[in-house]
């Protein structure tokens, strides 16, 4: 069951826009409803696919992640993973998210955040040296590449 929509029909509407208008004219002058859900459909399928397919990267990348997680973090592993599954909800955070995240300090905290960072799972967004930001910029890159 789907807990948030994944087919964005407009995408696929916004690049085929002269289709798309052409389809909703012939409609309103020659009631052409067989044309313009032809159309319909073909976007429902290409947007379909293009979802399953960013549904497989976002697994992938979960686990590829999940498993450097493991073999690099040693002891303090448990709490990477708590970070990385919280990153898909949420995958922009600052320090003081991830201690609560994890329920360190926020010495710990920034600790771990570090060497997320060293892993590639996190990057620093602000530049600045407080009230920093990181991304989960693996993660958001997926959605750019469509």
Sequence with gaps: MLHKPV???????KQHRQAYYERL????????WEA???FFLRGVIEVAGEAAETARRIL???EQQRAAITAQLGRAAGNGHKVLESLFDRPIVAVNDVQKMTGTTYAAANSLVSRLVKLGVLSEMTGYARNRRFRYAPYIALFNDN
Excluded: E
């Design 25 to 32: 004219q012939a409609v309103r002058d020659q009631g052409a």
């Design 60 to 62: 992938q990348l979960r």
């Design 7 to 13: 087919l964005y029909l407009s995408h696929y509407f």
């Design 36 to 38: 313009w859900l032809a």
